[in-house]
């Protein structure tokens, strides 16, 4: 049972609100007794891990959660504001000051920076490859961003680089210019309707604004185009994994078939699915029977004051009822795992099951509670 | 409690949001089914090409990404395609199918969609008022339309993409469309957000600042519905029970494994309670409903919840 901390960066991906913040940090802890120097790198701002963590707050840097521990480990903790880091990227990359003008002064930086496609997902990879060439840390934990799919962190970046070499794009940025070569004036010819029609409904103004945006992102994005790739290779590669956490219940079970599939356009291995929150069932009991409800209300009548038959039915029943329901839970808890890891092809020892603990996770120790269903037994120790 | 719930069915347009994971589909699927029992012509918009509601509705194909598809009676669904709501504008716009297939066919133009994803939720919000102003005759073509929204985050995204492309665009066709879904968006007698939000803290905390967000915004939002209350059978009165058996009777599971149990279910609901008072606190709460074992991903379950709802919306 387990995930293997042997990787250098391990990638925690998820929807929104099924606890990838708070396991990711249960991951760091749980691989300080395999490695010296490991960071969980969140992009949750929940000030909840930072006091479970024992820090004041979570910073753009990476500050010592704990250690070393007797066995040399140490945690470290960051937050990674991919609004500041996209900020910082246009400040390192674009020296020339005028194509930083062309960013930060165009209304689409100022509106929609989110809404062209990659800008925080490009921030994190750009800030995770930094992390991890730096060679400060054996393991990083990436907490992901949470998103309707949990892969579009990975491959938002490219869909920029398509537009960037379109003819529309020269088009637009160059209106005047005539192209020499006589299999491109056709191109050109159908380009301009196009612009020329598009015009009519956005006026072109607004066409290039955006394109603007996009091409002074050119540079940006040449600069970061090669780490992303390096990336996204050391990812693929023996030394990075991915756990996929996930609330074991029927729409998550369905979501995942469509799941296993972009993993494997990305040509990546899942290593491990993370079900958590389980509910602590009643292991080998059964729904109660009439006769067990029968008998449980005779055990609990003689406790009660005499002449309250109804209410030691309304003890039994409320007992029994209570049973059901949590056996009838953790059934289709079961269910749903059992269909998770089918349809992800995972094998058992793939799996872990993650109970939903008692009490909030405040504190390292809490977190640390999580730690025996995260990793192997015989990697422990 | 119910003037909240019965004013909302009031307006003709609304967002159901929330933190991820809250149950905002259920909802939606819910609201509708006790808007359409109550006599309104409803229909409700996933804004994706893999709806999940007609699903609960026992339907397993989806029939048509184009025009709504009927549920029940006066219930309605329509699965909102970005792609397939920019080649009707298109159409309306340019007039001539062939001249809106030369422009989605450019490469440039597609590969321009592809890197500037952000036109997808103004193409959203531009359907939703088309929709929202149709009528057959003098009536409204629909009474009322239930959007199941993105999560908090890119919900406000959604909200307020008009006021950045008015920020962003002086003159033209898009600027006037644009004015027109943000005069839609902004009057509070047509469009209301609906936040969701689950008894935990970080839903609870993420919903008093959606609200707060909102009002910035200009946008009307009612209190929020708290939904999956845990209706504990577990008490603490069970729990006294319990302590005075010396051993639990045959087909039971031990006395210490079920104690074990009901006192988390029990610190559980303490803590569900304490986050439930913290949103009432701070923005109110319309409609409380119970959390439903299992998981309400079936139609009884979404009945039941419909039923509350519309118990909720009725003058006492």
């Not at chain 2, 007698?189 to 993420?206: D, F, G, N, Q, W």
């Amino acid at each position: 049972m387990g995930i293997s901390l042997e990787r250098e960066i391990l990638v925690v991906v998820g929807t929104g609100g099924v606890g990838k913040t708070t396991l990711s940090a249960a991951l760091g802890l749980a691989a300080l007794e395999r490695k010296e120097r490991v960071l969980v790198v969140t992009i949750d701002p929940a000030q909840r891990l930072a006091d479970a963590l024992g820090l004041d707050s979570l910073t753009h840097t990476p500050q010592r959660v704990c250690g070393p521990t007797p066995g040399g480990g140490a945690l470290w903790a960051m937050m990674l504001d991919t609004k500041r880091t996209f900020d910082e990227l246009v400040e390192r990359y674009l020296r020339d000051p005028e194509s930083r003008r062309g960013i930060v002064e165009n209304p689409i930086f100022q509106n929609l920076t989110d809404a062209v496609s990659g800008s925080r997902e490009y921030s994190a990879m750009e800030k995770l490859f930094e992390l991890h060439a730096s060679g400060d840390y054996d393991l990083i934990v990436l907490d992901t961003p949470p998103a309707t799919h949990a892969l579009d962190f990975l491959d938002a970046p490219r869909r920029l680089s398509g537009f960037l070499d379109s003819n529309l794009q020269k088009a637009l940025l160059k209106p005047a210019v005539v192209v020499g070569r006589s299999g491109f004036r056709a191109l050109r010819r159908g380009t301009d309707a196009v612009i020329s029609i598009i015009r009519r409904i956005t006026g072109l103004e607004f066409l290039q604004l955006i394109s603007g945006f996009l091409v002074a992102l050119e540079d940006l994005w040449k600069g970061l185009s090669q780490h992303a790739d390096a990336l996204h290779e050391l990812l693929r590669s023996e030394r990075g994994g991915f756990a996929l956490v996930v609330q074991p219940n029927p729409v998550q079970a369905k979501r995942a078939a469509e799941f296993s599939s972009r993993l494997d356009a990305e040509g990546i291995r899942l290593d491990a699915l993370l079900l958590n929150r389980m509910t602590a069932g009643f292991p080998g009991v059964k729904p109660t029977s009439e006769k067990t409800r029968e008998d449980l209300c005779g055990a609990i009548a003689p406790q009660l004051p005499p002449h309250s038959p109804e209410t030691a039915t309304a003890l039994s029943d409320g007992l029994c009822d209570w049973v059901d329901a949590t056996l009838r839970r953790t059934e289709a808890e079961e269910q749903a795992s059992l269909e998770l890891q089918s349809a992800l092809r995972l094998t058992p020892e793939q799996v872990c099951r993650v109970p939903r603990l008692s009490g909030e996770l405040h504190s390292r120790e809490a977190l640390s509670a999580l730690i025996p269903y995260l990793v192997k037994r015989n990697d422990r120790g | 409690m119910s003037s909240d719930v019965a004013g909302l069915l009031h307006k003709r347009l609304i967002f159901v949001t929330g933190k991820g994971g809250v149950g905002k589909t259920t909802i939606t699927a819910a609201i509708g089914l006790a808007a359409s029992h109550l006599g309104l012509h409803t229909l409700l918009v996933e804004l994706g090409d893999r709806p999940e509601i007609p699903h609960l509705f026992g339907r397993s194909e989806i029939e048509s990404d184009e025009a709504p598809v009927g549920l029940r009676e006066n219930l309605f669904h329509l699965a909102l395609v970005p792609e397939v709501a920019l080649r009707e504008y298109l159409e309306i716009q340019l007039r001539v199918r062939s001249i809106v297939r030369l422009v989605l066919r450019n490469s440039g133009v597609r590969r321009l969609l592809e890197a500037a994803p952000g036109w997808r939720d103004l193409i959203r919000l531009g359907k939703l008022w088309h929709l929202e102003t149709r009528s057959e005759g003098d009536a409204p073509r629909w009474d009322l339309l239930i959007v199941d929204a993105p999560a908090t985050g890119h919900g406000l995204t959604l909200f307020s993409i008009p006021d950045a492309v008015l920020e962003t665009v002086r003159s033209g066709p898009l600027r006037r469309h644009a004015a027109a879904v943000q005069s839609l968006m902004h009057d509070p007698a047509r469009t209301s957000v609906l936040p969701v939000t689950l008894p935990e803290e970080l839903s609870a905390r993420e919903t008093v600042q959606l609200i707060e967000s909102l009002e910035a915004r200009q946008l009307k939002s009612c209190a929020a519905l708290a939904n999956a209350v845990h209706r504990a059978p577990a008490s603490a009165e069970l729990l006294a029970a319990l302590d005075q058996l010396d051993s639990s009777p045959p087909g039971l599971p031990d006395l210490d494994s079920m104690r074990a149990r009901l006192h988390d279910d029990l610190d559980r609901a303490k803590h569900e309670n304490e986050w439930l008072g913290f949103v009432r606190d701070q923005v109110g709460i319309c409609l409380e409903l119970p959390r439903l074992e299992p998981a309400p991903k079936s139609l009884d379950g979404i009945e039941e919840l419909a039923a509350r709802i519309q118990t909720a919306a009725s003058p006492r």
